[in-house]
Nanobody, 124 residues
Framework: QVQLVESGGGLVQAGGSLRLSCAAP????????LGWFRQAPGKEREFVAK????????DYADTVKGRFTISRDNAKNMVYLQMNSLKPDDTDVYYC?????????????????WGQGTQVFVSS
């Protein structure tokens, strides 16, 4: 079983920035899609952003487009989520995930491997 590790969460005031990091245990293969999801208490886990490992093309949820940027470092086996102009509604637990099937999916059930989550809290 592959397990991912997130870091970089914390407490920030509205309008501030955070960068989340996700470390893979080994080098992802070229066909992987790496994604970020988030979940608030009592709500479903929702898609935030994804990146195709080899080419680097990206996709974003409308709620974060223009504020968040996903990127990867192939040499370090890392994927990042730069979050700018944060709002209180961005307060969630954030998860990174890997889809090995080349589906370029936004669907939670299509991602096989997950991290434990990192908490982001944005104060008003």
């Amino acid at each position: 079983q592959v397990q991912l590790v997130e870091s970089g969460g914390g407490l920030v005031q509205a309008g501030g920035s955070l960068r989340l990091s996700c470390a893979a245990p080994g080098r992802p293969v070229n066909s992987y899609t790496l994604g970020w999801f988030r979940q608030a208490p009592g709500k479903e886990r929702e898609f935030v952003a994804k990146i195709y490992w080899y080419v680097g093309n990206t996709d974003y949820a409308d709620t974060v487009k223009g504020r968040f940027t996903i990127s990867r470092d192939n040499a370090k086996n890392m994927v990042y989520l730069q979050m700018n102009s944060l709002k209180p509604d961005d307060t969630d637990v954030y998860y990174c995930a890997a889809d090995t099937g080349g589906r370029l999916s936004r669907t939670v059930r299509d991602y096989e491997y997950w991290g434990q989550g990192t908490q982001v809290f944005v104060s008003s």
